[in-house]
């Protein structure tokens, strides 16, 4: 394996050598005020990842994204299938709110939210810290296959029971808490395909995490690749203050305040040299700069020579945040979040859907009355039942009926039923007339539906 100059960062990525053979990077563990606001963020955020599958609002989930039964609770209110305009406008919203970020905070997000970053940086690192020191030489310097007997197998007894352990927390998202204890007390022919799921997504998350690690961020990830297009000069990122920095010198009272230490390099969890500028590899998790303090009080010299700020700030000491870009992805979120509050403000709390049943026109019941039948879905996206009673709106002379007097809709729940519509002839207006069915609770008139009716 070959070691990369300091020009190969333009290139290819830190961690991969002029023959395209990996680089394994072995971080230091950081120390200092950045690292322990980290710590404190990112414990609350896995904590939140792993008690909210358990948290219920009114008896519903605060969280569940049951692809498989079409069944999504957010913050505890139930989205149906049937609602996906919805979730399409949170989706945008929330695009947007990253593009808009990104610009004016740079990589925030990866740094301290990103669950890679996360399970990375604040669990799988720091049992290897504790298994194998803090420090590149020694039992870290070969990387996943380094240290020796029980050391090794040691770490990796963790390693996988901690992925086992994510991979169902992560699983409870999806099929919730009480599946998840199905599957796993249970025989396990009873939910073998869920059991494979299991098992199959531990081993991956233990290879992303024993192995692969930084190089999803570095190869991967698309959030990363975005960044040249989304930071501009006033974006805040982890900068290198050159202008105070250069020309780096060994020695203390000569130069730049840099003295080529390479500390921040050795922290560094994708192995960069933050010296080189903004680069694609560097997830703001801030280690340089505390690791960057640290030498500045040694050697006597100002804090924060790599710091929070951007370009422009280094350049100029002055930082805005507002320009065209800015403000233009502003007015669009701004745009989106009204549509989409207007837009969930509307949402009926019934969806009904009528279709004539397949292969049917119409029927004379006497000499002056005819039927035609229809299939009739119910959909009661609130919390409460509803009972149900359905009138013709337009026309006097029909009536309808459907098997019972009433609809009982019990919360969030559909009721399909067949529905016979019989009218008089004297009020069909030709082969076809339309004709609107209100479905009322109690007086009040909850939806209302249109149809044609076929007659002769
Ligand atoms: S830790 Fe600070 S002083 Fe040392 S090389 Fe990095 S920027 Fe220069
Ligand atoms: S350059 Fe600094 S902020 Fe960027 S990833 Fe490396 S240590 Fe973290």
Request: glycine share 8%.
């Amino acid at each position: 394996m070959e070691k990369n100059s300091d020009q190969d960062f333009r290139d290819r990525p830190n961690n991969i050598d002029a023959s395209g053979q990996r680089k394994w990077i072995n971080a230091k563990q950081p120390k200092g005020k950045w690292y322990l606001r980290r710590n404190i963020v990112g414990y609350i955020l896995l904590a939140f990842l792993i008690v909210a599958p358990f948290l219920k609002i009114k008896g519903h989930p605060f969280m569940l994204l049951d692809i498989l039964n079409r069944k999504f609770y957010i913050f505890g209110q139930m989205v149906f299938a049937e609602d996906t305009y919805i979730l399409a406008l949170v989706m945008a919203v929330t695009v947007v709110s990253i593009v808009l970020f990104t610009v004016i905070f740079g990589r925030l997000w990866c740094g301290w939210a990103c669950p890679q970053t996360l399970f990375l940086e604040l669990v799988y690192r720091k049992i290897e810290f504790l298994f194998d020191g803090n420090g590149r030489k020694g039992n870290r310097s070969k990387g996943a296959t380094s240290g020796s007997g029980w050391r090794f197998i040691a770490k990796h007894a963790i390693f996988v029971i901690i992925s086992v352990f994510f991979t169902n927390v992560f699983l409870m998202w999806f099929i919730g808490p009480e599946q998840l204890w199905k599957i796993i007390s249970e025989p396990i022919g009873d939910h073998l395909v869920g059991f494979l799921v299991m098992i199959l997504l531990s081993g991956f998350y233990y290879w992303v995490y024993a192995f692969f690690r930084e190089q999803i961020c570095t190869l991967f990830c698309p959030y990363g690749r975005m960044q040249g297009v989304l930071l501009d000069n006033n974006s805040i990122s982890v900068i290198y203050d050159y202008k105070r920095g250069e020309p780096r010198n060994s020695k203390v009272t000569e130069g730049g305040d840099c003295i080529n230490c390479l500390q921040c390099i050795s922290v560094c969890p994708t192995g960069i040299d933050i010296r080189n500028g903004s680069q694609l590899e560097c997830i703001h998790c801030t280690a340089c700069i505390d690791e960057c303090n640290i030498v500045m009080k040694k050697i006597g010299k100002p804090y924060n020579l790599i710091r929070y700020d951007s370009f422009q700030g280094i350049e100029s000491g002055k930082r805005s945040f507002v320009n065209v870009r800015s403000l233009a992805y502003t007015f669009v979120l701004l745009v989106l979040m009204v549509i989409l509050a207007l837009t969930v403000g509307k949402r009926a709390t019934i969806d009904v859907t009528l279709w004539r049943a397949q292969g049917t026109l119409y029927q004379q019941l006497d000499s002056v009355t005819y039927s035609n039948i229809y299939q009739i879905m119910f959909l009661n996206k609130g919390n409460e039942p509803l009972e149900l009673t359905l009138r013709l709106l337009d026309s006097q002379e029909g009536e309808i009926s459907i098997a019972g007097d009433k609809i009982n809709l019990p919360p969030n729940g559909k009721l399909k039923e067949a529905l016979i519509i019989k009218m008089k002839k004297s009020a069909l207006k030709g082969k076809v007339t339309e004709c609107k069915i209100g479905l009322f609770s109690g007086d009040q008139l909850k939806e209302s539906v249109t149809t044609n009716f076929l007659g002769p």
